[in-house]
């Protein structure tokens, strides 16, 4: 279908408004389709020729102002519309089809009791799958929705929902909402109540899910109410939607999806076993981050698609500043410098890379496509430059009055600039033209002089000011700390002890930048990282670590000399779970020769035993401990075979079926259970989690026919969800004898691309990068990858491929710049 261009978009708004969306859906006729009639009230600037977006199974018929229009000039999802100048009424009568993919109005059932459940979810273009509508994000509404559902069923959308008679639910007509904004959940879901501040509060999950949701609810909505609280304290308007829903459902493609007053989350967020504190962490950070786009986003929209990251980078950004100034997690900025700005990272060094703000996005697709960890974690970060550059309380004032100007309507990058310009009678174009508009990370060394670099990528030249900080260590402890704003290629600082052994630039990570090791720090690192108290600078070393082996600047072998020794001492959660998952599944997987792989694992393995030894029973460290033993021992009679089947378990982790999937799953790999097995350990866990572990289970089976069944659920079988598909190939390139697996790395490239003919863009770019064989690092494999870059492909399964290529790249110059020492 054509995606919809940036000019069709301001030819249509210009020629449109809405002032009014009427939309009835009708979700008891099965669980293949369902009804929908969308009476859109519109006003026409002039006389003119337009279209709505709609995309039925079936167009019954549509009307405007009661005159029937031809509905078999639907074309690829455009209705074609003749209007004259005033005010007119188009309504719509149309068949839908429920999705699977995680896009449009998604439907699953829930295997441990049969229950159906509905979400939507609308983002970018999938609203006219479920309603007509015109769909732009600057052409905004108020809603007024009503939803026949089957008896036993809630229905929770943006507004207060009331039954009436026959099965009809109406929701409270919304303020002015952007098409993708319009959120609909229905089934048998069973709530947890609160009230804060005059605003209802609602948690909701799958019926089989009560249990979770009850023992997380008061965790959830202390942060919900603290977060309420804070924000209302610096943006200085009130929330200004209905009541506050937050609703965990199945097989969402994200994390969660901000729609107002009814915010969609993923139900993995409900741990049903052991969770380690850095998980309750980001928990938290995704439900404040969801609030915040309450004002940015929700409240403010932007007027289009190169514009969101005024959502995304501020929430981002609003969300870990309310965890530590608001909440119990005042660790949060070191969790988002191992978990975001590391992903943050691995975008900015692919080609796909592209500047924060501005980005060019002719079309709707285009947009998708530059949505990734440059929108958020960069951007988060350069919000943190801005605030280093006018001041915090200019920052805020800016804010408000951003907010206060486009309430209800729509916002730009000139109208973000101009409020911050206002407020703190500065000139930001230059700032913006560096930081916000041109593309590339900037890396910075110290000299032992005292002589501090700045080097931008040649391919990027930008004139970036850097405010940031300096520290030295020797023998784990600071010796000295220098902060100092860096807005030349170079300068000298005074009062840095350029004798310590580890010098480190951006130790506080208040920037976006590279930070270049000399060969003394670099040496020193064995001795140094594991006597370190200063955990955010901890992190900052485990991040440029990872630059600089994607680089080829490090030896991978140092990163596993250095989780052997700093990971035992370890005591923050987000930098063991996260260092740990990187050794293991890029350092080591990847990265190291595939003679050497086994004995690396094996170290992380031991590393694993220590800890779990030395760590409190029970405690958040015992357990990611006990994930990384699972994941990387050998040790089959003491370890995996005992633990998967419910013996010698560590504290806190009996019962817990998660981890025995990842156990079933090791065992599986090596040939040691089969379907059989795999079969009987679902019937133990009839859970939609379950169904995913044994998926991968059985995809792990070493034999060329499960190989071969495997492959052909995954690219064929077109009743497969999102989160199956991905748990197919999550468990396909793992077995100990990679021949099983090589004749499917060409069939990678063939097989993948046409599943765009049934899969959303969005669910088949997340399949395509967990399908991608980049446990196969070699120049055939890099050569078939080109050649399909080089034919026609959907742009959500290149951008995928794009960016697995590039970290093929990456192991290739890493593998030919620290070859085994044999060679």
């Given at each position: 279908m054509p995606s919809l261009t940036r000019d069709e978009a301001i030819a249509r708004a210009d020629l449109l408004s809405v002032t009014r969306m009427e939309v009835e859906l009708d979700l008891d006729r099965g669980a293949a389709t369902f009804g929908s009639v969308t009476r859109i009230h519109l006003t026409a600037a002039a006389d003119g020729q337009t279209f709505v977006d709609v995309k039925p199974e079936t167009l019954h018929h549509a009307q405007l102002d009661g005159v029937e229009l031809d509905v078999t000039s639907l074309r690829e999802g455009r209705l074609p519309l003749a209007v004259t100048a005033g005010e007119h009424v188009l309504e719509v009568d149309a068949t839908m089809a429920y999705s699977h993919d995680g896009e449009g109005l998604h439907r699953a059932t829930d295997p441990a009791d049969g229950e159906d459940y509905v979400f939507s979810h609308l983002f970018l273009d999938a609203a006219p799958a479920v309603f007509a509508c015109i769909d732009q994000p600057d052409v905004k509404a108020p809603y007024a929705v009503c939803v026949k559902a089957p008896q036993e069923w809630q229905v929770i959308g943006n507004g207060a929902a009331q039954i009436a008679d026959g099965g009809v639910w109406h929701l409270a007509e919304t303020r002015p909402l952007s098409t993708y904004f319009v959120a609909l959940c229905a089934g048998p879901y069973v709530s947890v109540t609160g009230e804060h501040d005059g605003i209802r509060l609602g948690l909701w999950a799958r019926r089989s899910l009560e249990e979770q949701l009850r023992e997380h609810a008061p965790e959830m909505l202390d942060v919900t109410r603290r977060s309420f609280d804070y924000f209302h304290s610096i943006f200085g308007i009130r929330y200004p939607f209905d009541d506050y829903d937050q609703v965990f459902v199945p097989e969402f493609n994200a994390g969660a999806m901000e729609n107002p007053g009814c915010v969609v989350v993923r139900d993995a967020y409900l741990f049903r076993g052991a969770v380690g504190r850095d998980e309750l962490l980001t928990r938290a950070n995704t439900i404040s981050h969801e609030m915040a786009h309450m004002w940015f986003g929700d409240l403010v929209s932007p007027k289009w698609w190169d514009d969101l990251w005024l959502n995304e980078s501020f929430a981002e950004y609003m969300a870990h500043r309310c965890l530590v100034e608001a909440t119990d997690y005042t660790e949060a900025w070191v969790d988002s410098t191992m978990s975001r700005k590391s992903w943050g990272y691995g975008a900015e060094r692919a080609p796909s890379t592209h500047p924060v703000a501005g980005s060019p996005a002719p079309d709707a697709k285009s947009a998708l496509a530059n949505f990734d960890g440059i929108s958020y974690a960069k951007g988060a970060a350069v919000i943190r430059q801005l605030i280093e550059f006018i001041g915090d309380e200019a920052f805020l004032e800016g804010i408000r009055q951003y907010l206060g100007d486009h309430s209800f309507g729509n916002g730009t990058l000139a109208d973000f600039l101009g409020a911050m310009e206002a407020a703190s009678g500065q000139p930001l174009a230059d700032w913006s033209r560096a930081w916000l508009e041109t593309a590339g990370v900037d890396r910075i060394e110290v000299g032992r002089d005292g002589s501090v670099t700045r080097t931008a990528p040649p391919e990027h030249p930008a004139d970036r000011p850097h405010a940031f900080?300096?520290?030295?260590?020797?023998?784990?402890?600071?010796?000295?700390?220098?902060?100092?704003?860096?807005?030349?290629?170079?300068?000298?600082?005074?009062?840095?002890?350029?004798?310590?052994?580890?010098?480190?630039?951006?130790?506080?990570?208040l920037t976006w930048a590279t930070p270049i090791l000399d060969g003394t720090s670099l040496r020193s690192l064995g001795g140094q990282l594991p006597r370190m108290t200063d955990e955010q600078a901890r992190a900052v070393l485990w991040v440029g670590l990872r630059d600089g082996v994607a680089l080829a600047q490090v030896d991978p072998r140092l990163l596993v000399d250095l989780g052997?020794?700093?990971?035992?001492?370890?005591?923050?959660?987000?930098?063991?779970?996260?260092?740990?998952?990187?050794?293991?599944?890029?350092?080591?997987?990847?990265?190291?020769?595939?003679?050497?792989?086994?004995?690396?694992?094996?170290?992380?393995?031991?590393?694993?035993?220590?800890v779990l030894a030395d760590a409190e029973p029970g405690s958040s460290r015992a357990l990611h401990a006990a994930r990384l033993v699972?994941?990387?021992?050998?040790?089959?009679?003491?370890?995996?075979?005992?633990?998967?089947?419910?013996?010698?378990?560590?504290?806190?982790?009996?019962?817990?079926?998660?981890?025995?999937?990842?156990?079933?799953?090791?065992?599986?790999?090596?040939?040691?259970?089969?379907?059989?097995?795999?079969?009987?350990?679902?019937?133990?866990?009839?859970?939609?989690?379950g169904q995913l572990g044994a998926l991968t289970a059985r995809a792990a089976i070493p034999t060329a026919e499960a190989k071969a069944a495997a492959w052909a659920d995954l690219t064929t079988n077109r009743e497969r969800s999102n989160y199956e598909l991905v748990a197919i190939a999550a468990g396909f390139?793992?077995?100990?004898?990679?021949?099983?697996?090589?004749?499917?790395?060409?069939?990678?490239?063939?097989?993948?691309?046409?599943?765009?003919?049934?899969?959303?863009?969005?669910?088949?770019?997340?399949?395509?990068?967990?399908?991608?064989?980049?446990?196969?690092?070699?120049d055939e494999t890099l050569a078939h990858s080109r050649a399909a870059l080089a034919g026609e492909l959907q742009q959500g399964v290149r951008r995928a491929i794009v960016d697995a290529q590039s970290e093929l790249e990456e192991a290739l110059a890493s593998r030919r710049a620290f070859p085994p020492a044999s060679a």
């Amino acid at each position: 279908m054509p995606s919809l261009t940036r000019d069709e978009a301001i030819a249509r708004a210009d020629l449109l408004s809405v002032t009014r969306m009427e939309v009835e859906l009708d979700l008891d006729r099965g669980a293949a389709t369902f009804g929908s009639v969308t009476r859109i009230h519109l006003t026409a600037a002039a006389d003119g020729q337009t279209f709505v977006d709609v995309k039925p199974e079936t167009l019954h018929h549509a009307q405007l102002d009661g005159v029937e229009l031809d509905v078999t000039s639907l074309r690829e999802g455009r209705l074609p519309l003749a209007v004259t100048a005033g005010e007119h009424v188009l309504e719509v009568d149309a068949t839908m089809a429920y999705s699977h993919d995680g896009e449009g109005l998604h439907r699953a059932t829930d295997p441990a009791d049969g229950e159906d459940y509905v979400f939507s979810h609308l983002f970018l273009d999938a609203a006219p799958a479920v309603f007509a509508c015109i769909d732009q994000p600057d052409v905004k509404a108020p809603y007024a929705v009503c939803v026949k559902a089957p008896q036993e069923w809630q229905v929770i959308g943006n507004g207060a929902a009331q039954i009436a008679d026959g099965g009809v639910w109406h929701l409270a007509e919304t303020r002015p909402l952007s098409t993708y904004f319009v959120a609909l959940c229905a089934g048998p879901y069973v709530s947890v109540t609160g009230e804060h501040d005059g605003i209802r509060l609602g948690l909701w999950a799958r019926r089989s899910l009560e249990e979770q949701l009850r023992e997380h609810a008061p965790e959830m909505l202390d942060v919900t109410r603290r977060s309420f609280d804070y924000f209302h304290s610096i943006f200085g308007i009130r929330y200004p939607f209905d009541d506050y829903d937050q609703v965990f459902v199945p097989e969402f493609n994200a994390g969660a999806m901000e729609n107002p007053g009814c915010v969609v989350v993923r139900d993995a967020y409900l741990f049903r076993g052991a969770v380690g504190r850095d998980e309750l962490l980001t928990r938290a950070n995704t439900i404040s981050h969801e609030m915040a786009h309450m004002w940015f986003g929700d409240l403010v929209s932007p007027k289009w698609w190169d514009d969101l990251w005024l959502n995304e980078s501020f929430a981002e950004y609003m969300a870990h500043r309310c965890l530590v100034e608001a909440t119990d997690y005042t660790e949060a900025w070191v969790d988002s410098t191992m978990s975001r700005k590391s992903w943050g990272y691995g975008a900015e060094r692919a080609p796909s890379t592209h500047p924060v703000a501005g980005s060019p996005a002719p079309d709707a697709k285009s947009a998708l496509a530059n949505f990734d960890g440059i929108s958020y974690a960069k951007g988060a970060a350069v919000i943190r430059q801005l605030i280093e550059f006018i001041g915090d309380e200019a920052f805020l004032e800016g804010i408000r009055q951003y907010l206060g100007d486009h309430s209800f309507g729509n916002g730009t990058l000139a109208d973000f600039l101009g409020a911050m310009e206002a407020a703190s009678g500065q000139p930001l174009a230059d700032w913006s033209r560096a930081w916000l508009e041109t593309a590339g990370v900037d890396r910075i060394e110290v000299g032992r002089d005292g002589s501090v670099t700045r080097t931008a990528p040649p391919e990027h030249p930008a004139d970036r000011p850097h405010a940031f900080d300096i520290a030295t260590y020797t023998d784990g402890a600071e010796t000295s700390r220098v902060q100092l704003t860096l807005d030349a290629d170079r300068a000298t600082v005074d009062g840095l002890d350029t004798g310590a052994e580890l010098v480190l630039p951006n130790a506080g990570d208040l920037t976006w930048a590279t930070p270049i090791l000399d060969g003394t720090s670099l040496r020193s690192l064995g001795g140094q990282l594991p006597r370190m108290t200063d955990e955010q600078a901890r992190a900052v070393l485990w991040v440029g670590l990872r630059d600089g082996v994607a680089l080829a600047q490090v030896d991978p072998r140092l990163l596993v000399d250095l989780g052997e020794a700093a990971l035992v001492t370890e005591t923050n959660d987000s930098i063991f779970a996260r260092a740990g998952m990187h050794l293991t599944n890029r350092v080591i997987r990847v990265l190291l020769p595939e003679a050497e792989q086994d004995a690396a694992r094996a170290r992380m393995a031991a590393v694993g035993e220590q800890v779990l030894a030395d760590a409190e029973p029970g405690s958040s460290r015992a357990l990611h401990a006990a994930r990384l033993v699972a994941r990387t021992t050998d040790d089959v009679e003491r370890r995996l075979v005992p633990w998967a089947e419910g013996r010698d378990l560590p504290a806190g982790l009996e019962g817990d079926a998660d981890f025995r999937w990842i156990l079933l799953g090791q065992l599986s790999r090596r040939g040691l259970i089969g379907a059989p097995e795999i079969d009987a350990a679902l019937e133990q866990d009839r859970t939609m989690t379950g169904q995913l572990g044994a998926l991968t289970a059985r995809a792990a089976i070493p034999t060329a026919e499960a190989k071969a069944a495997a492959w052909a659920d995954l690219t064929t079988n077109r009743e497969r969800s999102n989160y199956e598909l991905v748990a197919i190939a999550a468990g396909f390139w793992g077995p100990q004898d990679r021949t099983l697996v090589a004749p499917y790395v060409s069939r990678y490239f063939t097989d993948i691309p046409p599943m765009t003919a049934w899969l959303g863009e969005d669910a088949l770019s997340r399949v395509a990068s967990m399908a991608y064989p980049s446990r196969f690092v070699s120049d055939e494999t890099l050569a078939h990858s080109r050649a399909a870059l080089a034919g026609e492909l959907q742009q959500g399964v290149r951008r995928a491929i794009v960016d697995a290529q590039s970290e093929l790249e990456e192991a290739l110059a890493s593998r030919r710049a620290f070859p085994p020492a044999s060679a």
